[in-house]
């Protein structure tokens, strides 16, 4: 007879489609077991974008203030699932680290690594590609969509790819994992890959049920040129989106060119209905700042685009220029970024390494060293 977890037990038999919302001022099942921890990772493949700044790096930064354990990771195995020249790799990677400093993340309050410096991620993930059901992984939208019509030619990696992202989250059994709209069906894979495993060998509770934070204004920031379409580092024209190494200058002239409508702002969020472009630089300047999309509302009510545009662009050179300046800066001597890599994967295996001892115990697989 199966043993039950915890989760099992109070909410039945799971919707594999649907997340146990968090509960306000309520300890999450996760949390009554576990300690908080957060974990969130982004790949360095190219440049990274606006969407990646609000929609992921700056939540980052803010989660660090709270009770917390926050351990961010970039993740270069993810990004090999398709090409990348090795040299730039290694500068992606390095980008990447500078980006977290530069816009906040602080090494000595948060764990800051590259994934392959940790085997554990890689070790953990072959064990979960034996728990994952092809079922499951033939459902993910986003496989999908980077396969397109040459599903055939794709990498083996590309397809298992969410099942090493489970392993990122679980191989430090993190609680909380801050992100954007559109890994939200990874994380709800990574919570069935942690029931199944607590089922199948009867461990409750061995894994948390891990919690997705898909919250503030920018979860899904859009592409400048088409509202529907999300802003992404691979987009084909540099038009769409706006980098976090782009001058000032290009930051106002993407914004000045950017899609809009011909009506002026409404003054109610119901008036953003069926108006993608304008809704998402509306959002975008709530979350850069730091206020909700009513807030501008109510203070640019009846604008015009002429008015709207230029004050967006003044606010996002003003939060973007410091971090491209202090990129550019770290950038100048990788040696410490390096040790910053190395110190933070330190400390990330003393963490990763005696959960996967107890994960090979659990699968059966005999080891002479303890
Ligand atoms: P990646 O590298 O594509 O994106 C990194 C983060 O940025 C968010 N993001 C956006 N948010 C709002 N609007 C946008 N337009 C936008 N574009 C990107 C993403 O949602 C993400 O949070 N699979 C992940 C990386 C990963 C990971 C993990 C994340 C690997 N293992 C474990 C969390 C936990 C990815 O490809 O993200």
Redesign the pocket.
């Known amino acids: 007879m199966r043993s039950l977890s915890i989760v099992d037990a109070l909410f039945g038999p799971r919707d594999k489609t649907t997340i146990l919302p968090p509960m306000k001022g309520i300890k999450t099942m996760a949390e009554a077991v576990h300690t908080r921890r957060v974990?969130?990772?982004?790949?360095p493949?190219g440049g990274l974008?606006l969407?990646?700044y609000?929609?992921?790096i700056k939540r980052f930064v803010d989660m660090q203030n709270d009770d917390f354990e926050t351990i961010y990771?970039v993740?270069d195995m993810?990004a090999i699932t398709v090409w990348q020249d090795p040299a730039t790799l290694k500068f992606a990677t390095r980008e990447l680290v500078a980006a977290y400093i530069a816009s906040g993340l602080d090494p000595a309050k948060s764990i800051v690594f590259n994934q392959s410096q940790v085997p554990a991620h890689a070790e953990l993930g072959w064990i979960f590609n034996c728990v994952a059901r092809m079922g499951w992984m033939n459902r993910m939208t986003q496989f999908k969509e980077k396969s397109g019509k040459n599903a055939e030619a794709v990498s083996l990696g590309l397809y298992a790819?969410p099942a090493?992202?489970a392993a990122?989250?679980l191989i430090y059994k993190a609680t909380h994992?801050?992100?954007?709209?559109?890994?939200k069906q990874?994380v709800e894979l990574t919570r069935d890959i942690a029931a199944k495993f607590n089922n199948d060998f009867k461990v409750p509770d061995f894994f948390p049920i891990t919690e997705p934070m898909i919250d503030g204004p920018?979860?899904?920031?859009?592409n400048l040129r088409d509202g529907t379409k999300?802003?992404?580092k691979s987009g084909a024209s540099d038009m769409e989106r706006v980098n976090l190494t782009d001058s000032a200058e290009l930051i106002v002239k993407k914004f000045k060119k950017a899609k809009t409508d011909p009506e002026p702002l409404p003054d109610s969020l119901e008036g953003l209905k069926d108006r993608p472009e304008a809704r998402n630089l509306v959002e975008i300047y709530a979350a850069l700042s730091e206020t909700t999309p009513d807030a501008v509302i109510a203070e640019y009510a009846g604008a015009q685009w002429g008015r709207f545009k230029p004050a967006l662009a003044d606010l996002a050179v003003s939060k973007l220029e410091p971090i491209s300046t202090e990129m550019s800066r770290l950038m100048q001597d990788t040696s410490e970024i390096d040790r910053i890599l190395a110190d933070g994967a330190d400390r990330a295996n003393a963490i990763a390494q005696p959960i996967l001892n107890d994960v090979y115990d659990i699968v059966g697989f005999v080891r002479g060293r303890q």
């Open positions: 974990f969130s990772g982004i790949k493949s974008t969407g990646n609000l929609g992921a990771c993740v993810h790819y090493l992202m990122d989250i994992v801050p992100v954007g709209e559109d890994q990874h920018a979860t899904r920031v859009m999300k802003m992404s």
